[in-house]
């Protein structure tokens, strides 16, 4: 009808294709974002690097995040989150360092994508570092936060700082309990997984379909016969049997 989209249009578009991994009728859109002037816009330029990332296309993300004259912490987020998520850490690693060259304070999205980058190429040292930001900057208390922090130890083989980051949590949820029963059984140590496994029943949690993978993984670490087949009751008892990861 010759009406042209405004920003808030294009932005609410861009997010749908992102949801829907629509990535062709994401780029219809990105080039008629650029036939209508946009594309310089910040919030735009910020949508167009979530969408492209969303749909698995990082190459295109990147070139969006490069041609943007103005990258605020969304940008940036946005862009590391999308190396992280794609499994590219060390890439991630260098954006964030390369946002702090540039005076720009990352935020709890930042730190959740730069703490997974961390635990995807087990980075002990550069995951410690972080940690210190994050403490300092009064992250630590969010509770997704926290539990990235136990997965990213567990996976470094850190088990104490993991513990530590766990207990110092006031209010554990299932994915709390999970990661660090996860951190256990990833490092051998699967009697203290099932050990906590049973402290997470006794304080009333009830468990996911990914604690009962943990704990069953936990149980085949050290030969626990007995102990497997009581939790495949605990299994079938809650209904995940079906599941086709347990099966």
């Known amino acids: 009808e010759g009406i042209i989209p405004n920003k808030a249009t294009f932005v609410s578009i861009l997010s749908a294709c992102a949801s829907r991994a629509a990535l062709t009728e994401g780029k219809r859109i990105h080039t008629l974002i650029a036939a209508s002037g946009f594309e310089s816009d910040a919030t ?26 103005q990258r605020d912490v969304v940008s940036w987020s946005a862009i590391i989150a999308a190396y992280a998520q794609s499994g590219h850490g060390r890439e991630a690693l260098k954006l964030y360092q390369q946002m702090d060259v540039e005076g720009v304070n990352p935020n709890r999205i930042t730190f959740l994508s730069v703490v997974d980058a961390c635990a995807s190429i087990a980075s002990l040292t550069k995951g410690r570092a972080i ?7 009064g992250f630590e208390r969010d509770v997704a936060m926290s539990n990235a922090l136990i997965s990213m130890y567990g996976k470094c083989g850190s ?4 513990r530590a980051v766990f207990d110092r949590i006031h209010r554990q949820d299932v994915v709390s309990w999970t990661a660090m029963i996860a951190a256990y059984a990833q490092n051998g140590h699967g009697k203290e997984a099932l050990q906590l496994f049973r402290q997470m029943q006794f304080e009333g949690m009830e468990p996911n379909i990914v604690t009962f993978i943990c704990v069953l993984d936990a149980c085949s670490s050290f030969a626990a016969l007995a102990e497997g087949k009581e939790i495949h009751a605990s299994i079938v008892d809650s209904g995940f049997e079906s599941d086709v990861v347990v099966g």
Do not use: T
């Open 44 to 69: 735009v330029g910020n949508s167009l690097v979530n969408m492209y990332s969303k749909c698995g296309s990082l190459e295109d993300a990147r070139l969006v995040f490069d041609r943007m004259h």
């Open 159 to 162: 088990l104490k700082h993991a």
């Open 131 to 137: 940690h210190e930001r994050i403490v300092a900057g």
